[in-house]
């Protein structure tokens, strides 16, 4: 079982920047597709982005694209996002999730695809 946690969340202004990490203590994090996804009560999880085993590739929900930045460090385990201009909108709990897919498929974007979630972390921006 892998478990991930998520950090780094917390209330923050229209325009205003967080960083959300997730780490696991698991030696085979390389391994791994990582997304992010979000959730608002009442709403499914939403895509967010997802990054390749080794960072090569990514992909953005148009929503976030020159906005957020994910990356993720092999050797440390953790995967990040970097949120620039945040908006309301963005409000929501940020789950990480692990999945097990050999390669970086065209379906990062459904939550089927991944096999571990983290407890989340909220995100609130105020107007």
């Known amino acids: 079982q892998v478990q991930l946690v998520e950090s780094g969340g917390g209330l923050v202004q229209t325009g205003g920047s967080l960083r959300l990490s997730c780490a696991t203590s698991?030696?085979?994090?390389?391994?791994?597709?990582m997304g992010w996804f979000r959730q608002v009560p009442g709403k499914e999880h939403e895509f967010v982005v997802a990054?390749?085993?080794?960072?090569?590739?990514?992909y953005y929900t148009d929503s976030v694209k020159g906005r957020f930045t994910i990356s993720r460090d092999n050797a440390k385990n953790t995967l990040y996002l970097q949120m620039n201009n945040l908006k309301p909108e963005d409000t929501a709990v940020y789950y990480c999730?692990?999945?097990?897919?050999?390669?970086?498929?065209?379906?990062?974007?459904?939550?089927?695809?991944?096999?571990?979630w983290g407890q989340g972390t909220q995100v609130t921006v105020s107007s």
């Open positions: 999730a692990a999945s097990k897919a050999p390669v970086f498929t065209s379906m990062v974007h459904t939550t089927q695809t991944y096999d571990y």
């Open positions: 698991e030696s085979t994090f390389n391994r791994y597709v």
């Open positions: 990054i390749s085993r080794r960072g090569l590739r990514t």
